[in-house]
């Protein structure tokens, strides 16, 4: 194999120790992840693979992934596929991670509109689609503490989730102006201290 197409861990800036993925295993991999993942649940299936399950990031490199991929449009979870593909094989591991990531959900939701416009409103589909939810939601709440549970021990981390959450959820401000109100704010919290 060329240098090309089997880059060291090292030149794709991830720990040494770190075996690559294959595209192919990339694909796979985030495959099963969008076949078996509803909604926000994706990111939980993300975090169990990509520190967990493969080791190809550290819980730290994870956090900042996620971290960035929050601010990017979009969703979070194909921002994420994007940005750990590139980390791990540059644009064709971003390519291959996004495209195994929506496959599955791509054609669920191609073939439910089609079974939904020939009148499948059902009220079995409906108590299916609302249990669908309340799983995602559960997933999305239990990543969230698992992510997070260090943070939730500290006053400074929790009045910014605090504040964060009445911003967006209370006020209804977009995340524009939560980042412009909020940014500053934590910045000013954590600032290096000066040891005299």
Do not use: C
Request: hydrophobic share 55%; charged share 10%.
């Amino acid at each position: 194999m060329s240098q090309e197409s089997s880059p060291k861990a090292s030149e794709r800036g991830v720990a040494a120790g770190t075996t690559l993925p294959t595209l192919l295993d990339l694909f796979t991999q985030f495959l099963v992840i969008g076949a078996l993942s509803f909604g926000g649940g994706i990111i939980a299936y993300e975090r169990i693979l990509l520190i967990e399950k493969r080791k190809w990031l550290s819980a730290d490199e994870f956090m900042a992934t996620l971290a960035i991929s929050q601010t990017m449009p979009g969703l979070n979870s194909v921002n994420m596929a994007v940005l750990a593909g590139d980390r791990l094989r540059g644009t064709l591991g971003a390519i291959a991670a996004t495209f195994g990531l929506i496959l599955p959900g791509m054609i669920f939701v191609l073939v439910a509109g089609v079974a939904y416009s020939a009148g499948a409103d059902h009220p079995v589909v409906n108590m299916l689609l609302a249990g669908i939810a309340a799983g995602a939601t559960g997933l999305l709440a239990a990543i969230t503490y698992k992510i997070g549970a260090d943070h939730f021990r500290h006053t400074k981390a929790l009045a910014i989730m605090v504040a964060t959450f009445i911003l967006m959820s209370i006020l209804k401000l977009s995340l524009v102006w939560v980042l412009v109100i909020m940014a500053p704010v934590a910045l000013f919290l954590y600032r290096p201290r000066n040891p005299s």
